[in-house]
């Protein structure tokens, strides 16, 4: 347990400064009162507005910004857990994004075109937007194994084939809606009603089983890495890819399962969204969700657990982004926290080096008391 | 049908430039072997800075300003991937992230404007284009010699393939690296000011729009040569201005071909070359490796 504290600490400072160092970027550019209250929206935007609640005794005041913080966070979870499961056989996922992008339209299709009762609708259009983002991301996958490619540079390259071949060809031409009457609209056909997800929280909030589902996705990938045997194989590879073949571990089709696994995660996300929020595709697919499950995976540790927190921190953060609006400070302030969040993990060695100095000097003074 | 030819020509002119300059500088990077996707936040850093120091000075300062941005990003890149031995991929996607939400912040916070910085004096035109084109036309030959028939550039090219072969020659591996991306991020930061000085006359919150990955695939298509990856960034912005152009003279061909498919294009070619060319990849050997002195 110790052990496991002591790899969070850096993954925490790394949050901690991050929020220290944009504090102070709006401090200079908006006063320092003005920062204060923009933080504080923000806190209360994202974990409830609690003072408020206290006064008015409006449960609203709480449950809101929670449903919109839980909204994200399952987003966020999703591509989150894409990345982090890809991580764990050694492979870089940066085509969370394209994943997600093929989910959503895949989802939005069958959600408007197939008609069902409701429970199997849904389930329907979730299978099929993971098999969607899973088929996207078996292409890397092969291209690694069968001819050396780099998995960074063609998931790459596949997220921007996404981008071009859904949001300025399908969702603008054959995939567009038909427009009823003088107004024009954007995006795909809405989903029927039978596909759309179960708000949790009725009128309240947009929260919805989507949220549920990144519960359960978050807890089954840990109990599935740490309790199956596949899951320890997956480890393995990722520890030493050499000794797992030595080992008798089939490696190729684990990187396969791994990459097909974390398509699927990250078409996942795009349902949620679709079936959840948007209730269509809509013209943009909006925040870039799929990189931000870099951001996830890497803060959380590559834990599912540790992924499952940080994307309800962030989300929480970035529900309550749209408050700094009032103060001056752009509702995308949140994503900046993130991004720093990211670097100063991705400088872990800095950390591991100040911790170690940290703690021998500590050691060292109560030897000297000793 | 000429006409036609000389205004795609001067389309590509204008158009090109940008991806040009990050596409080398993303060579220059990789060549070291040091993964460089973070071209894109690179590029906004310095249409960024460019926009808002010529604000303030002459536009060709404040395209130097751009320049300083990017090699600063460049630089953050280099200390955390080769003095801390960082994650390249990793640190390349935040500083992407770090740079779209700054961009946007600064943006908010200074001009209060979620869209643009005020207009500022665009480059002056030389024979019609910005300076920038005809450097655009020179630096990646320029580059190309420095890299390919000079000392310093096959010092960069072995730190690339061999780093601890060339330690053993008592070069000194980490200095030439971070040279090498700071140089990097100064060419993509170019790439961003020629965005927003030549380009364009302001900073818009959305650039570089995909332009800095789409430079990482021009040196991936021009095999991680200096003059094959502008050649490859030159041909993706034809293919753009032909897109363009047939979207206005040619509409019906359009719906045939979607403009979405064409815009795939430059990714989709990449990753055909990639599939085709495998293992036999011009892909530098220790591209992605820290350095580290201890394994020999």
Known sequence: MREGLKRLLPSALAVATSLVACFVAVSLTRGFGTALDAFAGMVWGAFGDWPRYLETGNVGAVLRPLGEAGTKAALLTFTGLSVAVAFRVGLFNIGAQGQMMVGAIVAAVAGAQVELPAALHVALCLLLAAAGGALYALGPALLKLHRGVHEVISTIMLNWVAVSLVENWLVVGPLRASASGDNSISGTDQVLPSAELPRLLGETSRLNAGFLFALLAAVGTWLFLSRFRRGYEWRAIGLNPEAARAGGIDVGRCLVQAMLTAGAFAGLAGAVLVLGTELKYPATLGAPYGFDGIAMALIGGGHPLGVLASALFFGGLRAGGTRMQLFGVHKSFPELIQGLALLLVAARLVWDRLLARLFKRKSGEEAARA | ??????????????????????????????????????????????????????????????????????????????????????????SGMALNLVMLALGTFLLEAVFDSPNSTPPITQLPKWLGHSPLTWLACMLPVVVHLAVMRTAWGLRLRAVGEKPQAVAVMGVRVSRLRLGAVVLSGALAGLGGAALSTATLDRFEHHMPSGLGFMAVAAMVFGRWTPLGAAGAATFFAFGNALRIGLASSAPELLTVVPQGVLLALPYALTLVVLAVSGKKSAAPAALGTPYDPELR
């Open chain 2, 1 to 90: 049908m000429l006409e036609l030819l000389t205004s795609l020509l001067s389309s590509v002119l204008d158009a090109a430039p940008p991806l040009v300059f990050a596409a080398v500088g993303a060579t220059l990077s990789e060549r070291a072997g040091v993964v460089n996707v973070g071209v894109e936040g690179m590029m906004r850093a310095g249409a960024f800075t460019a926009a808002v120091a010529a604000l303030v000075m002459p536009t060709p300062a404040g395209v130097l300003a751009g320049m300083a941005a990017g090699a600063a990003v460049g630089l953050v890149h280099a200390w955390l991937c080769v003095r801390w031995r960082s994650d390249q991929v990793v």
